[in-house]
């Protein structure tokens, strides 16, 4: 089966500092995958996401990006972190396009 | 690009009752129309999708329509229970893309 692992559960980071939030995917090869952001009380805003290795497509233009270094790995990354980038994020994979995503158990990052 | 509003933002019912939950999306080439339940502290999950070709789907307690001449599309929850208290989301995706549209959140709560 499939599973989707995501780290840090909790991050509480300085402002000015740098950010790495890792994700990985087993059981499945060449996934689709996602960075998404949730604001208290809001929706979730698609960040990045990425069809292969190196690839990566951006949403919204932001002080964060994304690599993808091996097929099931996906990095979410900042140099200098802002207090606006306080929020629970969110790794996502799906096989294909146009089915199911299945979310990770996010990571609550605070910037103070 | 798709923008999905989703009404409304808070809904209380009391156990047994039912709940509906409604959204709305800007662009008619969407085809796949995913619910996620989410709990607090955890990813969200999905709980019941339609694509395009279908009006109504129904999961036990769970259904959705779909009009698409309107483009919008509902979620019922039946005989609701305590469990069922969650953030609830729709989502809209476009045929051959890679992102997923998804509404505000709907944060349901059932009274015992």
């Known amino acids: 089966s499939q599973t989707i692992h995501q780290w840090p559960a909790t991050l509480v980071q300085p402002v000015g500092s740098p950010l790495s939030l890792e994700c990985t995917v087993e059981g499945t090869s060449n996934p689709n995958l996602y960075w998404y952001r949730q604001a208290a009380g809001r929706g979730l805003q698609l960040l990045f996401y990425s069809v292969g290795i190196g690839q990566i497509s951006s949403e919204v233009p932001q002080n964060l990006s994304a690599s993808r270094p091996q097929d099931r790995q996906f990095i979410l990354s900042s140099k200098k972190l802002l207090l606006s980038d306080s929020g629970f994020y969110l790794c996502a994979w799906s096989k294909e396009t146009y089915t199911e995503a299945f979310f990770g158990q996010g990571t609550r990052l605070t910037v103070v | 690009g798709e923008n999905v509003e989703q009404h409304p933002s808070t809904l209380s019912v009391q156990e047994g009752d039912s709940a509906v939950i409604k959204c709305t999306y800007s662009d008619s080439a969407s085809n796949y129309f995913p619910w996620y339940k989410q709990e607090l502290g955890k990813g969200p999950q999905l709980i019941i999708d339609i694509r395009s070709n279908v009006g109504e789907k129904k999961d036990q307690r769970i259904a959705v329509t779909l009009n698409k001449t309107a483009k919008h599309f509902s979620l019922h929850i039946t005989e609701t229970q305590p469990e069922d208290s969650a953030v609830y989301f729709c989502?809209?995706?476009?045929?051959?893309?890679?992102?997923?549209?998804f509404g505000a959140g709907t944060r349901l709560t059932v009274k015992p």
């Open positions: 989502a809209a995706s476009l045929y051959n893309n890679n992102d997923m549209r």
